[in-house]
């Protein structure tokens, strides 16, 4: 057992348990090229991969596909269904497989979980269960694209929707230190979203936030609006879960819609291209590129992946967790939070 291991929460996800098993596999066997969002995708040596579900399951999965090239099998008697609801399953379900993992990172036999499952149950027990970092007052979750050719960190995305505005501060200062340590931005940008560029735009929590992010030591280009996101203007942006969580889901729909739109416009003008031409563009929207998002701020590297993910996208959310512990994110987090003398 090592801090190193990372935990991946198998039952967790819509094609659960056979795509988490295919992405570990994949993980370890052909790990391939990601986007630039996320760098590429290290080589994960199966001793570090903790399996937790149903065990049974996953051996029987694991034999079908060639044999346990050396995963850690822990095992788990529940699981939280995508529907269920998080503060109940949590209460109801003490042995599930998400359960399972934050138990493994508390007790110090891994240092990161992955789960492509509940989204809430996840971030409820991530938080309770492993507590948050010395000086950070709420988690964000913390999703990086590459929209504009530059890897950009978008955060919060959902895990706090009435943020107040020393939370969208820390967001900010945790966003920078992901950036430099897993992405090497060296003195990452922060923008912070809102409705116009003025200091005085938004809302009284985003102005106290402006305000906060003005007088602090991070690179702050002031307010960004949403087309900002395409525009290069900054490496990490600041917003409330709400928000932020409505943006994101924006950016996956309207992407496919105007991928979809496009194949089907040439087609029809009888323009000829190859699949290939479309290759770079769907790489930069596809969730399945980026694997899944950080939780930034709790005790332990947490990583949340689409529920819908397939095993390419488990693959990569085990590659960036993989990233995020090697690279101490947490450890430079703490340090970049602490007091100054």
């Known amino acids: 057992m090592t801090a190193l291991e990372i935990a991946l929460d198998v039952m967790g996800g819509d094609a659960a348990p056979r795509a988490t098993i295919d992405g570990a596999l994949a993980c370890v066997r052909h790990p391939e090229p990601a986007n630039d969002a996320s760098g590429s995708q290290a080589h994960i040596a199966p001793e570090r991969i903790r399996l937790v579900g149903d065990a049974e399951q996953i051996e029987a999965l694991l034999a079908e596909r060639g044999g346990n090239p050396g995963f850690t099998i822990q095992h788990a008697s529940q699981v939280v269904e995508m529907g269920d609801a998080p503060a109940a399953a949590l209460r109801k379900k003490p042995d599930s497989s998400i359960a399972g993992c934050v138990k493994a990172v508390k007790s110090g036999a891994a240092g990161a979980l992955v789960s492509m499952g509940n989204t809430g149950a996840?971030?409820?027990?991530?938080?309770?269960?492993l507590g948050t970092l010395e000086g950070v007052r709420r988690p964000g979750i913390a999703v990086t694209l590459a929209l504009a050719g530059t890897p950009v960190t978008l955060l919060d995305m959902g895990a706090n929707i009435a943020p107040k505005p020393e939370h969208l501060a820390q967001y900010a200062a945790m966003g920078g230190v992901y950036m430099r340590a897993?992405?090497?931005?060296?003195?990452?940008?922060?923008?912070?979203?809102?409705?116009?560029?003025?200091?005085g735009k938004g809302t009284d929590v985003?102005?106290?936030?402006?305000?906060?992010?003005s007088s602090s030591n991070l690179?702050?280009?002031?307010?960004?609006?949403?087309?900002d996101v395409f525009a290069n203007v900054c490496d990490v942006v600041v917003t409330d879960g709400f928000t932020g969580n409505v943006v994101l889901k924006l950016l996956e729909h309207f992407a496919g819609f105007m991928m979809g739109l496009v194949t089907k416009e040439l087609a029809a003008t009888g323009?000829?291209?190859?699949?290939?031409?479309?290759?770079?563009?769907?790489?930069a929207i596809d969730y399945s590129s980026y694997g899944g998002a950080l939780l930034l701020g709790v005790n332990g590297i947490v990583v949340i992946g689409h529920g819908r993910s397939d095993?390419?996208?488990?693959?990569?959310?085990?590659?960036?967790?993989?990233?995020?512990?090697?690279?101490?994110?947490n450890a430079l987090i703490e340090a970049g939070l602490a007091p100054r003398a």
């Open 311 to 329: 095993s390419k996208a488990v693959a990569n959310a085990i590659a960036l967790a993989g990233r995020a512990l090697d690279a101490r994110v």
């Open 182 to 199: 897993c992405l090497n931005v060296e003195e990452p940008r922060v923008g912070l979203l809102n409705v116009g560029e003025e200091p």
């Open 271 to 283: 323009t000829s291209f190859g699949h290939d031409s479309l290759k770079n563009i769907h790489r």
């Open 122 to 129: 996840c971030v409820g027990a991530a938080t309770l269960g």
């Open 206 to 213: 985003l102005k106290e936030a402006h305000g906060l992010l």
């Open 219 to 227: 690179n702050f280009v002031g307010n960004v609006e949403g087309g």
